[in-house]
């Protein structure tokens, strides 16, 4: 089987990559993976224009948002199960992921799940969710020789190092934002929430006046001086 890992951008349609667009046509499995029982893949509602008149085979693994191991290695078997039965004989599959494989997603956890099966893999770039953000808010994210980094998690090894080091951050889903007030509190920066889809918001404001947000598609993005420029974030 030749398995395609497919990154469908943000959220908006629009920003499907023409390849991605082209493949997600003629492909015989489509595997789109979700995070419970009860939620639609994100992923999927992105692509479901394109593939609504196709008579492809769609599959929904759930893949539960949980560091225990166990339990993520019998939701991996059972994916594996689903794919196998659902795609027997199929020559062609696409996994699809929000915003990048590369970045943060379950595409490579897949295909290493997948491996024995596979004889092709072909990987296509998306649009990452950050890029989106930052092309709605209008930020220029680095420039020159500024630094920018990403953090998945405050309490991550290194990540106060690097949030003191860097001149732009990017926070995905963050949390635990009281432990970067002593060092980011009173930087400007802009919460993002569900950019891309229909229901978008972007908040701005002080480090220390932005609360946790509840959504899981929020990306909180600082670029450390900003505030002195006259050109605000407060227009948005
Ligand atoms: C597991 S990471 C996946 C990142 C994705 N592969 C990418 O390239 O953007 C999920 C995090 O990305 C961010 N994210 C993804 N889609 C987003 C969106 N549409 N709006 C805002 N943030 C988003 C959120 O911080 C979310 O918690």
Known sequence: MKLYGIGVGPGDPELLTLKAYKILKGVDVIVAPRSSEEKRSRALH??????????????????????????????????????????????TAAFITLGDP??????????????????????????????????????????????????????????M???????????????????????????????CVKVGFDDQELLSGKVSEIEEPGHYLSTLIVKKGRGKEPRDYTRL
């Open 46 to 91: 992105t692509v479901e224009e394109v593939i609504k008149e196709r008579d492809c085979i769609v599959v929904e693994p759930v893949f539960p948002m949980t560091k225990d191991r166990a339990k993520l290695k019998l939701y991996w078997k059972k994916a594996r199960e689903e794919v196998l039965a659902k795609g027997n004989g199929c020559e």
């Open 161 to 191: 190092r690097v949030i003191e080091s860097s001149d732009s951050l990017i926070f995905l889903k963050p949390k635990d934002l009281d432990k970067i007030e002593g060092i980011l509190g009173n930087e400007k920066a802009i919460l």
């Open 102 to 159: 590369s970045m943060y997603s379950t595409f490579y956890r897949f295909l290493e799940v997948f491996n024995d099966r596979v004889e092709e893999v072909e990987v296509i770039p998306g649009v990452t969710s950050f890029s989106a953000c930052t092309s709605t808010a209008q930020v220029p994210l680095v420039e020159g020789t500024e630094i920018v980094s990403i953090i998945p998690d405050v309490k991550a090894k290194n990540a």
